[in-house]
T-cell receptor, first 112, second 112 residues
Framework: NAGVTQTPKFQVLKTGQSMTLQCAQDMNHNSMYWYRQDPGMGLRLIYYSASEGTTDKGEVPNGYNVSRLNKREFSLRLESAAPSQTSVYFC???????????FGSGTRLTVV | AQSVTQLGSHVSVSEGALVLLRCNYSSSVPPYLFWYVQYPNQGLQLLLKYTTGATLVKGINGFEAEFKKSETSFHLTKPSAHMSDAAEYFCAVSDKGGKLIFGQGTELSVKP
């Protein structure tokens, strides 16, 4: 997972708490993505950013916000965490449609 | 809209046996297709990809996949399973905007 750094690796939140998941890359790619992974559901796209200064909703954006701070960093914020947001969150970067993604190592989030 | 279906959420093989993981896709345009592997508690790694050209694609760790347009399939195979192949495998298709759409995943178990 060289090139994509996610923090934190683990987090436990209480319902209603907020937190920000951080993602940083050193591969100079324009596109960055946030996915969540749940058993039996594969990876579902939450938000993505095609370039610095732009963000767009993916398949499951409700309850999340994002910020593309600069070309390197793309953060995901949970304003009021819910148990349904218990998941593993992955940040990914992509160069082009035919290139595939490079993934971070993930953040395992539990909301109690 | 593109979609991916992986047949079988769990596949179990004996060490040395053939591995076959099935993936079917739907796409209105020529697709880019990918297989990723996820080892326990890690991020996703690219195994192989089909973009254009030869329909039989070779990847890392002895895996290969064949793009069959007539069957809208991109099945992953390995002639002889090794214990270290135990992992979860994801098939993905790239949409027109370059976003990856993932299948539900197939967990591969390898018995000694």
């Amino acid at each position: 997972n060289a090139g994509v750094t996610q923090t934190p690796k683990f987090q436990v939140l209480k319902t209603g708490q907020s937190m920000t998941l951080q993602c940083a890359q050193d591969m100079n790619h324009n596109s960055m993505y946030w996915y969540r992974q749940d058993p039996g559901m594969g990876l579902r796209l939450i938000y993505y950013s095609a370039s610095e200064g732009t963000t767009d909703k993916g398949e499951v954006p409700n309850g999340y916000n994002v910020s593309r701070l600069n070309k390197r960093e793309f953060s995901l914020r949970l304003e009021s965490a819910a148990p349904s947001q218990t998941s593993v969150y992955f940040c990914a970067i992509g160069r082009a449609a035919n290139y595939g993604y490079t993934f971070g190592s993930g953040t395992r989030l539990t909301v109690v | 809209a593109q979609s991916v279906t992986q047949l079988g959420s769990h596949v179990s093989v004996s060490e040395g046996a053939l591995v076959l993981l099935r993936c079917n896709y739907s796409s209105s345009v020529p697709p880019y297709l990918f297989w990723y592997v996820q080892y326990p508690n890690q991020g996703l790694q690219l195994l192989l990809k089909y973009t254009t050209g030869a329909t039989l694609v070779k990847g890392i760790n002895g895996f290969e996949a064949e793009f069959k347009k007539s069957e809208t399939s991109f099945h992953l195979t390995k002639p002889s399973a090794h214990m270290s192949d135990a992992a979860e495998y994801f098939c993905a298709v790239s949409d027109k905007g370059g976003k990856l759409i993932f299948g539900q995943g197939t967990e591969l178990s390898v018995k000694p």
